[in-house]
């Protein structure tokens, strides 16, 4: 939903779970969770995956039957979710272990982390995975995720997709034939935040150019991979579906009905399309400027808040270390949040069609980064998506004005 993350990412209209904000239990006897010599103190988890919503709060109950300890899962959609982790920080009433993306957001909350670096659960962390701060490793990624163009494969073909204009015809196609080619959809991340991506994560340097657009050295109207991008944006606006009219839910379903071909999503969306029963389904990128690779990255991970008591981080550990390392965590992780592990000790022999071909993609090294960590924090909800919609709302602006409204934002929007 690294890095929606939330991911995705991130979903305005998706599910909202509430949570009471009662408070953490009282400290345990430091007894070990696994053994019942002790109970520890009762924690609170605050993630922002509503994919894995239900899930983890079944992982929840397995853990409090296994070990005798209690562990609150307050749950939120997406696009509601760093506001929420932030009132409730401000106010105090923060929760034990929060998820936060990789990149700006790491270190927007980095002061409230616990320093994980000898921790025996990090020590499984898979290469190139492990996010540190100040030299100190202070999260736990919970999956690797990746995303494209979700497609059905009895009506299009990856070869058949290459490139602008390959992609703009296959757009025609379905639209003479009362089909919809490609589905964006109104959530923020899924209408703008993931789909623009590409442009900055083929840049040769993904971060750094990202820190140029936040100096204003360069700016993307001037960038030959987001003019294309913008005709991008231009030939889904004129041949496919407004995406203001779609919800993360009803392109799901179209997907799965044979009502569209392509979605620009990713591999935590099969848990959704899984519901429709057997599909033929895999990803290919968004092929801009020729792009063959699917943007693979982590998309949160969960970090201890050093603002709880020493008995809560106790339990935290405690907690953390289970999912990573019990059977029942390792089993959960892989067929019930059917995500991609990113640990070494965890295996998955047996990958649903989209997250076997991020695995793939994986192995082979044929991805590109997700540079949407690096962007201002919160320039997707708060900029981005507006000027987006205001694009598809009434098609009154070019691509190249997108491209300049977009530039303009980015020049005010805190750093």
């Known amino acids: 939903m690294k890095r929606a993350l939330r991911i995705a990412g991130i979903l305005t209209t998706a599910a909202l779970m509430t949570a009471t904000l ?31 919503a239900g899930p983890l709060e079944a992982l929840a109950k397995k853990y409090t039957e296994e070990t005798g300890n209690e562990v609150d899962v307050w749950g939120s959609a997406g696009d509601n979710y760093i506001s929420q982790l932030q009132a409730k920080l401000n106010a105090g009433e923060g929760p034990t272990i929060f998820s936060v993306q990789p990149g700006a957001e790491a270190q927007k909350y980095a002061s409230y982390y616990v320093d994980l670096s000898n921790e025996d659960y990090v020590k499984n962390i898979a290469p190139g995975l492990s996010t540190e701060i100040d030299g100190k490793t202070v999260g736990v990624p919970i999956g690797v995720e990746g995303f494209g163009l979700v497609y059905n494969k009895d009506l299009v073909r990856p070869d058949e997709v290459t490139d602008l204009e390959s992609f703009t015809s296959v757009l025609q196609k379905f639209k003479g034939e009362g089909k919809n080619g490609i589905s964006l959809s109104q959530e923020a991340y899924f209408l ?7 442009p900055f994560s083929v840049q040769d340097d993904p971060k750094g150019f990202v820190e140029k657009v936040n100096s204003g050295e360069v700016k993307m109207a001037d ?21 203001l009219e779609v919800t993360y839910d009803s392109q ?4 799965a009905a044979g009502k569209s071909a392509m979605v620009h999503q990713g591999n935590w969306s099969f848990g959704m399309l899984s519901e429709f029963g057997d599909l033929n389904v895999s990803m290919m990128p968004l092929p801009l400027g020729g792009n063959d ?28 270390d289970w999912v990573f390392n019990s059977e029942t965590g390792k089993n959960t ?10 640990m070494t000790n965890i295996e998955a022999p047996n990958l ?15 991805t590109i980064p997700w540079a949407l960590n690096y962007f201002p924090q919160g320039i997707i909800i708060n900029d981005l998506a507006p000027i987006t919609q ?25 750093k």
Not at 252 to 255: P, S
């Open 22 to 52: 009662a408070a953490c239990g009282g400290s345990g006897d430091g007894g070990d969770s696994g053994s019942g010599e002790g109970k520890l103190a009762k924690i609170s988890l605050f993630q922002s995956k509503v994919e894995i």
């Open 192 to 198: 703008i935040g993931h789909i623009i991506n590409t």
């Open 223 to 243: 960038t030959p991979a987001f003019q294309e991008f913008a005709r991008f944006m231009e030939t889904i606006r004129e041949n496919a579906v407004n995406p």
């Open 252 to 255: 799901m379903g179209d997907l």
């Open 293 to 320: 690779k699917l943007a693979v990255d982590l998309p949160a991970m969960w970090v201890i808040n050093n603002k709880a008591t020493e008995a809560q981080i106790e339990a935290a550990h405690a907690f953390i």
């Open 333 to 342: 992780i892989v067929n019930e949040f059917k995500f991609i592990p990113s």
């Open 352 to 366: 649903d069609p989209l997250s076997q071909a991020v695995f793939e993609a994986t192995q082979s090294g044929n």
């Open 390 to 414: 205001e694009f598809f709302l009434n098609g009154g602006i070019t691509g190249e004005q997108y491209l300049q409204k977009l530039d303009e934002a980015w020049a005010k929007a805190p």
